[in-house]
C-alpha cells in the first residue's frame, strides 16, 4: 500500500494578504536593483505587486509602516517565519539607509500602467545617490506625477514605551546642552572667545536619541522659560531642527553640525544690549533695527569660537540666513538672490515654531503648538519651504506633544503621542488633575479615539486646544 505524501508544514501555513504584499514588495525592489526595466522578471513581479494590491477589496489607503522594529501592513505585523526573517531586516535596511518608515498606497493605485509603477520604484532605488533621500524624494513624487502613492514620515505612530536609561540620557544631553549654551555664551560676552567641545559631545549625545527614539526628545523640547528664553529657545531649536534633518535622512556628521547651528543660531545676540532683549514691552523701531543685526552678529561669533576651520566653516551660514524667508523679505536684507541653504530653510522653520509657541517676558501668552502650524503652513512657499514644512507637520502630528486640550466632558489633558492605528489624528493624552492647591497634577492617561461600545461616539471630544506653558505647565514634566 502507498504511503499518502504528506506536505511540509511550512506548505501548510496559510499566506496571508499582508505576507504576500510584503513578499511582492521585496522582490520587486530586489529585482529591480539587480535587472533593467526591460527584463521580463521585472514586468513579472511589477504585475504580481499590483494584482495583490488589487486583492484590496475596501476603498482604502494600504499602509506599510516600519514601527519598533518592526513590519506593519494595515496595522498588522508582518510575523517572523523563518523564511521571512532575512527578508524582513533587508527591507528595514532598505528604506533606513533612505530615512523612510514607510510607504503609503492610495486606492488609484490599482489603475496604475505598470510603466508608473516602475518609474516610482527606480526613484525609490536611486534615492541613496543623493545627500538626503527623503527628501529628494519628496521632491520628485509632489504634483501629480505619483498622486497614488506617498512617503511615511512616522505620522500617528506612538512613542514606544522608552526605555528609563534613554530618558535619562536624553535629560542630561539636553539640560547639559542648555549650561553648554549660557557658559559659551557668557564666556563670548566676557572674554571674546570660548570652547566649544562639550557643546558638540551634547549635540551628538541628542542626536543618537534622535535617532533611537525622537519623541523623547521632541518631549523635552517642550520645555519653555521666559525668564531665560534666549537659552531654552538655543536649545529647542538644535531639538526641532536635529528630529526634521533625520526625518529627512541627514547623516549622523550632517545632524551633529545642524545640531550645533541650532545651538548657537543666536549667539550674536551676546552683541546686544541686555535691555533690549530682555525689554518687558514691545519693542520700538530703533531697538527692532537692533535685534535684526543679530544674524550676521552671530556669524562674528562663530569666528571667534575656538573650534577647527572646517566646523566653523560648515555652522556660519546657517545662523546667517535663520530669518531669511524663502522669497527673500526676512532679514538680514542681501543683494543676491541664490538658494538659502537647506540648514538655513530648516533652521527657520525650527526657530519661528518654538518663538511663536513660546511666552516672552513681553508677551506670556502664545499660540498652541497646533495653532502655530496652521499659521506657518498658510505661509508655505513664501516664508517656509513647503516640502521642509510638510515633514515637519507630520512630525509633529495634528496636535504636537505636549499640546494642552480642553475635553467636551470639561476634563483637561496634555497630548502624549498616537497610537499606532490613529493616523496621526487622535492622541492619547494625560488628563491633569486639581490638586486642591492651584496646581495640576498626573491623571490617567486616555485614548481619544476611545469611541462608547453602545453609541460608537467617541467618549471625549477636543474644545479648544491652549497653550501649556502660557497657563503655567511644563508639559516635559507630566511627559517623563
Known amino acids: 500500500m502507498n504511503e499518502k505524501k504528506t506536505t511540509p508544514k511550512k506548505n501548510q501555513e496559510s ?58 501592513i494595515q496595522g498588522e505585523k508582518v510575523q517572523y517565519r523563518r523564511h521571512l526573517v532575512s527578508l524582513i531586516q533587508a527591507l528595514m535596511d532598505f528604506f533606513e539607509k533612505r530615512g523612510l518608515k514607510g510607504l503609503r498606497f492610495f486606492p488609484e493605485v490599482k489603475e496604475v500602467p505598470l510603466v508608473k509603477l516602475l518609474a516610482f520604484f527606480r526613484l525609490l532605488i ?30 500617528g505612530l506612538r512613542r514606544r514605551e522608552s526605555d528609563p536609561g534613554l530618558q535619562k540620557r536624553a535629560r542630561t544631553a539636553y539640560f547639559s ?21 562639550k557643546a558638540k559631545r551634547m549635540v551628538q549625545n541628542m542626536v543618537d536619541v534622535a535617532v533611537e527614539d525622537e519623541g523623547i526628545l521632541l518631549g523635552l523640547g517642550t520645555i519653555k522659560d521666559y525668564d531665560d528664553y534666549t537659552y531654552t529657545h ?29 545651538l548657537f543660531h543666536d549667539l550674536g545676540k551676546v552683541e546686544i544690549p541686555r535691555e533690549i532683549v530682555t525689554k518687558p514691552e514691545e519693542l520700538n523701531t530703533g531697538e527692532w533695527k537692533v535685534i535684526r543685526s543679530h544674524p550676521l552678529a552671530s556669524v562674528r561669533q562663530i569666528l571667534k569660537l575656538t573650534a577647527s576651520h572646517d566646523l566653523k566653516s560648515e555652522i556660519l551660514l546657517a545662523p546667517f540666513e535663520h530669518h531669511m524667508k524663502l522669497d527673500f523679505t526676512g532679514y538680514p536684507q ?13 533652521l527657520h522653520i525650527a526657530d519661528v515654531y518654538d518663538a511663536i509657541t513660546s511666552p ?13 502650524l496652521s499659521y506657518m503652513l498658510k505661509r508655505a512657499g513664501t516664508d517656509f519651504d513647503p516640502l521642509l514644512l510638510k515633514v515637519f507637520g507630520t512630525m509633529m502630528g495634528t496636535y504636537p506633544m505636549g499640546t494642552l486640550l480642553e475635553l467636551d466632558t470639561g476634563e483637561k489633558g496634555l497630548v502624549l503621542d ?54 503655567g505647565i511644563q508639559p516635559a514634566s507630566f511627559i517623563f
Open 15 to 72: 499566506v496571508s494578504w499582508e505576507e504576500s504584499l510584503f513578499l511582492a514588495l521585496y522582490r520587486t525592489i530586489q529585482t529591480l536593483r539587480i535587472h533593467q526595466d526591460n527584463n521580463r522578471l521585472v514586468r513579472i513581479c511589477l504585475t504580481r505587486f499590483k494584482q495583490i494590491v488589487s486583492k484590496m477589496e475596501m476603498d482604502d489607503d494600504i499602509t506599510l509602516l516600519i514601527y519598533d522594529g518592526r513590519f506593519y
Open 126 to 155: 536611486q534615492s541613496t545617490e543623493h545627500k538626503s533621500p527623503a527628501l529628494w524624494l519628496l521632491e520628485q513624487i509632489g504634483g501629480n506625477r505619483f498622486p497614488w502613492v506617498s512617503i511615511i514620515q512616522e505620522k
Open 177 to 197: 546642552s542648555l549650561n553648554s549654551v549660557k557658559q559659551v555664551s557668557q564666556k563670548m560676552s566676557v572674554q571674546g572667545y570660548a570652547g566649544v567641545r
Open 234 to 262: 538655543s536649545v529647542n531649536v538644535a531639538v526641532l531642527s536635529l528630529c526634521l534633518g533625520n526625518r529627512i535622512g541627514l547623516s549622523r556628521t550632517s545632524l551633529e553640525r545642524l545640531g550645533i547651528c541650532g
Open 334 to 346: 542681501v543683494h543676491f538672490k541664490k538658494e538659502i541653504s537647506l540648514f538655513g530653510r530648516i
Open 360 to 372: 516672552r517676558v513681553y508677551r506670556r501668552s502664545a499660540l498652541s503648538p497646533d495653532k502655530a
Open 418 to 471: 498616537y497610537p499606532l492605528d490613529s493616523g496621526g489624528t487622535l492622541p492619547r493624552i494625560i488628563l491633569l488633575e486639581q490638586d486642591g492647591n492651584g496646581e495640576f497634577r498626573r491623571g490617567d492617561v486616555v485614548d481619544l479615539g476611545e469611541k462608547d461600545p453602545e453609541t460608537g461616539a467617541y467618549r471625549r471630544n477636543v474644545v479648544t486646544s491652549l497653550n501649556a506653558a502660557s497657563s
